[in-house]
């Protein structure tokens, strides 16, 4: 048979201008003077095709939405095809795209919006009950949506007032946050760069840079440790980097702080109490690989951090701790789970919609803008420096029930103290509700957990004493992912939990492929009542595993084959 050639599209030189289609519409030039204007408020930014992104951000902050006569005059300044701006900016969820009316006029957008969080832990906390009563509260200048999970679930139920988070929300706390004009956020005082260095920081990497640490045993030493990447696919970090060294110049980095997995947010409590440790571990891993450029990757919904981050990386360029220092570039996520797998991250940096790409060939030899890639977990780099000084046998001495290491545990659900708590890697569930979350919440008895967040599957208790780590999970149709773990009780039901995770799977899938595409939606349909085709579910399930793209697909069915296995006693009510 002879199928079409479908030619690879390369990256394209910027100073071609592409050919006009017919279908176009016409860009009035004063038009293209107001956004280039617009774009001109963030100095620095280029007019440049991976800048897309950032450019959307812009003009979507300053107008509170994105007109389509808009795209037309950001597509001709960044000499793209109209097309191709519109499908990145209505590919994110945070960009609000609205085209013209009969009249040619736009409809204002929204004064405010306030976004409930409805993932799997504000949901055990009422969200639903804070969606109904929120619109009647507040009036019609104020929009309320249902967000997907916002990283924020140790604060469950969740809320964003514009980009001012509000924890335990209530709808008094709501529509005082409203009536005050809270929309924006500061984190709380953070270990500037001057407090960092005072207590020893960059130490490490001027070590490094002086010679007291060559490479290979820096490269040793992080393989001694076992230190694996803590984003959820636990590949050895140490052996990431000899790999990534190996490949040819020049080389960049893409760290990812885009954890949207429902259940995670251990990154942003560590971003947001001490960013230069990451960022030592991440020049480190600079000096140790021939990095020559990095690019940070952070959620959207991180809006504190973002400007934190902003505010310390701006210090760190002004006091450089090397000389020669790798260009360090923030990026803004727009709201798309799927960024968060790293090929999608990549295509998202480059100013594209974020699409997983296909494997091989892998990121390491083949990913930013075509070069050699190293692509890291926030929460790995940050724990670089403590392995450096305290050796690789201190991070490997830790554990229980023969695991190595130490793991975040994002813990949110029925717990006393939700939270994010540094625990032995290997821990059971049972141990780590006992001695770090302060029990089971007054009134309720541990029925079930998620293991590794959304994607993650479901456990009952029986199975609570199960070590939690790295390749532990698999046998029980599970695994730790990013160590996002909620504890549902006998208030609960698994059933419910895994309606909300597929609700959340098939809104955040890309629409790539037709097993993840149509597959999550035919689930969400045969799952609305207790009653479920439990042989086509199955049949679903390996076709999802074995034809997605990407982990998002394959790993969606989980919840619904864990419920299957574990709790069949729910649909036989």
């Not at 808009?70 to 590919?91: D, K, N, T, W």
């Not at 030493?221 to 990431?240: H, I, N, Q, V």
């Not at 940096?349 to 050699?372: C, D, H, N, S, W």
């Not at 590794?452 to 730790?480: K, M, N, W, Y």
């Amino acid at each position: 048979m002879n199928a079409p050639v479908i030619p690879i599209q390369v990256l394209r030189d910027p100073s071609v201008k592409p050919r006009r289609s017919s279908g176009e519409r016409p860009v009035d030039a004063q038009l293209v003077a107001a956004v280039r204007e617009t774009l001109a408020s963030r100095p620095g930014l280029a007019l440049r095709r991976d800048l897309l992104i950032e450019h959307l951000h812009t003009l979507n902050d300053r107008h509170g939405q994105l007109r389509t006569d808009h795209l037309a005059a950001l597509a001709q300044l960044l000499r793209l095809s109209q097309a191709e701006v519109y499908e990145v900016a209505s590919f994110y969820h945070h960009f609000d795209v609205v085209r013209e009316g009969a009249d040619g006029s736009y409809a204002a957008p929204a004064a405010l919006t306030v976004r409930v969080c409805d993932g799997i832990a504000c949901e055990l906390a009422g969200a639903t009950d804070l969606l109904a009563r929120l619109p009647a509260l507040l009036g019609t200048e104020v929009r309320v949506v249902a967000a997907p999970c916002i990283g924020r679930c140790e604060q469950a139920p969740a809320v964003a007032v514009h980009q001012y988070p509000i924890a335990h929300a209530t709808p008094q706390s709501v529509q005082a946050a409203v009536v005050a004009k809270l929309t924006h956020h500061e984190p709380a005082p953070t270990i500037d760069l001057a407090a960092y260095r005072a207590a020893g920081g960059y130490r490490a990497l001027r070590q490094c840079l002086r010679n007291e640490r060559d490479i290979e045993s820096v490269l040793g030493t992080m393989e001694s440790s076992g230190l694996r990447g803590l984003g959820g696919a636990g590949f050895p970090s140490g052996r990431k980097w000899r790999i990534v060294r190996g490949q040819a110049a020049p080389r960049l980095m893409a760290v990812n702080i885009d954890e949207g997995e429902p259940g995670t947010f251990k990154d942003r409590v560590y971003l947001e109490r001490d960013p230069h440790r990451f960022l030592e571990g991440m020049l480190i891993a600079a000096w140790a690989v021939g990095i020559d450029a990095i690019y940070i990757y952070l959620r959207d919904e991180y809006h504190g951090a973002r400007a934190l981050l902003e505010r310390e990386l701006a210090a760190l360029e002004a006091d450089p701790p090397m000389r020669d220092m790798p260009t360090i570039e923030l990026r803004r996520g727009a709201g798309a789970y799927i960024c968060g797998e790293e090929s999608a991250m990549i295509e998202s940096i480059e100013g594209k919609r974020g699409m997983p790409r296909l494997r091989p060939t892998y990121v390491a030899q083949v990913g930013l803008f075509g070069r050699p890639t190293l692509e890291h977990n926030f929460e790995t780099l940050y724990w670089v420096r403590d392995i450096l000084e305290k050796g690789a046998d201190w991070f490997a001495g830790q554990g229980r029930n023969g695991r190595q290491g130490l793991r975040s545990f994002s813990v949110s659900g029925r717990v006393q103290k939700p939270g994010v708590h540094l625990a032995p890697a290997g821990i059971t569930l049972r141990e780590l509700v006992a001695e770090y979350c302060g029990g089971m919440q007054e009134g309720h008895a541990l029925y079930a957990y998620l293991p590794g967040g959304a994607s993650g599957g479901i456990l009952p208790e029986r199975l609570a004493d199960v070590p939690l780590d790295f390749d532990t999970l698999q046998p029980h149709g599970c695994f730790i992912g990013s160590a996002a773990v909620v504890v549902l009780s006998d208030r609960d039901r698994a059933t419910d939990a895994a309606r909300n995770l597929m609700k959340f799977f098939e809104h955040e899938s890309c629409g790539q492929c037709t097993p993840c595409r149509s597959g999550t939606a035919k689930v969400n349909e045969l799952i609305a009542t207790d009653r479920w085709d439990v042989g086509l579910l199955a049949e679903l399930s390996q076709v999802m595993r074995d034809a997605s793209i990407c982990g998002l697909g394959q790993a969606a069915p989980n919840p619904i084959d864990c419920v299957v296995k574990y709790f069949a006693q729910e649909l036989d009510a």
